[in-house]
Nanobody, 124 residues
Framework: QVQLVESGGGLVQAGGSLTLSCVAS????????MAWFRQAPGKEREFVAA??????????HYVNSVKGRFTISRDDAKNTVYLQMNNLKPEDTAGYYC???????????????WGQGTQVTVSS
């Protein structure tokens, strides 16, 4: 089973930018649809963004609250998915988790692997 490791989180001021990375343990990465979720303290985990595998054209999908600010991308040669986050807001503060799924659109019931998470904190 593929293993996922996130990095790139940190503390940033509102309006700033961060790029999260998620590296997979092996090249089976390329056949998975990849997604980012986030979970704030006291809240349920929510979907943020997803990108399909290249076989259906690297289609992307975003939650409305991040459209126009976040960009998901993938580099199958590096077994890596990215989340570029611009114009960050305090409400973006959360633990961010990448996930590998076998269905499109991505559904949590078809997630095959989760990363351990990376913390993003946005100060006002």
């Amino acid at each position: 089973q593929v293993q996922l490791v996130e990095s790139g989180g940190g503390l940033v001021q509102a309006g700033g930018s961060l790029t999260l990375s998620c590296v997979a343990s092996d090249s089976s990465f390329s056949i998975y649809h990849m997604a980012w979720f986030r979970q704030a303290p006291g809240k349920e985990r929510e979907f943020v963004a997803a990108i399909s595998w290249s076989g259906i054209g690297n289609v992307t999908h975003y939650v409305n609250s991040v459209k126009g600010r976040f960009t998901i991308s993938r580099d199958d040669a590096k077994n890596t998915v990215y989340l570029q986050m611009n114009n960050l807001k305090p409400e973006d503060t959360a633990g961010y988790y990448c996930a590998a799924g076998t269905s499109w659109p991505v559904t949590t019931s078809k997630i095959r692997a989760w990363g351990q998470g990376t913390q993003v904190t946005v100060s006002s």
